[in-house]
């Protein structure tokens, strides 16, 4: 069974930071690009970073470059998203995604985490 599990959110002031994780299990983690997005009250869920199978190479969306980091962990199974310098329009709940062959499966399939919610406000 794919989880992906994200956590590290909470409310934090403008221009504080926080970092979010995502353990993931049940593919193998290290084969697959990993994605973060998030959705903010009454938007639509918009993609916000991607970081490629080992980690070479990453792309954000325009308004977080310079401000966030993805990084990720192979042998711990983990995604990582440090956020410096946070807006208030950064406040959305967060979410890691893959699109992945499972370990129990033969096609792949795209999988989301629960979110984590961050909160940046005064």
């Known amino acids: 069974q794919v989880q992906l599990v994200e956590s590290g959110g909470g409310l934090v002031q403008p221009g504080g930071s926080l970092r979010l994780s995502c353990v993931v299990s049940?593919?193998?983690?290290?084969?697959?690009?990993m994605n973060w997005y998030r959705q903010a009250p009454g938007k639509e869920r918009e993609w916000v970073a991607v970081i490629g199978s080992t980690g070479d190479t990453t792309n954000y969306l325009d308004s977080v470059k310079g401000r966030f980091t993805v990084s990720r962990d192979n042998a711990a199974n983990t995604l990582y998203l440090q956020m410096n310098n946070l807006r208030p329009e950064d406040t959305a709940v967060y979410y890691c995604n893959t699109r992945a062959i499972p370990n129990s499966g033969q096609y792949p399939r795209t999988y989301w985490g629960q979110g984590t919610q961050v909160t940046v406000s005064s």
């Open positions: 049940g593919f193998t983690f290290s084969g697959y690009a």
